[in-house]
Structures are given as C-alpha cells and as structure tokens.
Nanobody, 114 residues
Framework: QLQLVESGGGLVQPGGSLRLSCAAS??????MGWYRQAPGKQRELVTS???????VYADSVKGRFTISRDSAQNTVHLQMNVLKPEDTAVYYC??????????WGQGTQVTVSS
C-alpha cells in the first residue's frame, strides 16, 4: 500500500529550527520533496531531491533549509533553520514514482511565531 507519513511540525519562535520527516512506502520513488501552503496562498515548492541527490530550493529558503534523503531512498528530511514568520504554512511531502504517479502526504503544520 502506497503511503507517505510526515512528522515533525510544530510551533517555533522566529530564528528557531524544526526538522520534518517523510517516510514513503509502496513504490520506488524518483523525486521527493516538500511543498507548503500558507492561508490564502497557492501551494508552492519548497525543495526537492532526486535519487541521485540533485536538489532544488525555492529562493526564499536557500541557505536556511536543507533537504536530505536516506540511503534506502524512501525517507526525506527537511532541516529548517533560522525560521521566519513567513515560513508559517502547512508543509506537504510529495513523491513521484517510477510509473509516473505523484503522491502527497497529509500535511504538517509549521507555525513560526513569538
């Protein structure tokens, strides 16, 4: 059964850090990544990583966020440092598999506030 399970969201003060994780199962996944959606805004790509380790970052998070993928290729982590109030959003894990499917996690809330 194909499944993406996210963890790690929460409330943090500006300048703080959080680590999100997404465990995927049920297929072979090529690209995995994180999107976010703030209230009243469209869902946007935050970062992604391929099986080969190539990464893409949104300009707004470059230098602050780091995506990594475990050796089994089925879990991705998002280390978020120097968080800002504008990083507040629901973060969604996305995974694209070898047969062209694109799958979403349930979303995890990240709130940056003092």
């Amino acid at each position: 059964q194909l499944q993406l399970v996210e963890s790690g969201g929460g409330l943090v003060q500006p300048g703080g850090s959080l680590r999100l994780s997404c465990a995927a199962s049920g297929s072979i996944f090529l690209t995995m990544g994180w999107y976010r959606q703030a209230p009243g805004k469209q869902r946007e790509l935050v970062t992604s990583i391929t099986r080969g380790g190539s990464t893409v970052y949104a300009d707004s998070v470059k230098g602050r966020f780091t995506i990594s993928r475990d050796s089994a290729q089925n879990t991705v982590h998002l280390q978020m440092n120097v968080l800002k109030p504008e990083d507040t959003a629901v973060y969604y894990c996305n995974a694209a598999d070898v047969i062209g499917g694109s799958y979403w996690g349930q979303g995890t809330q990240v709130t940056v506030s003092s």
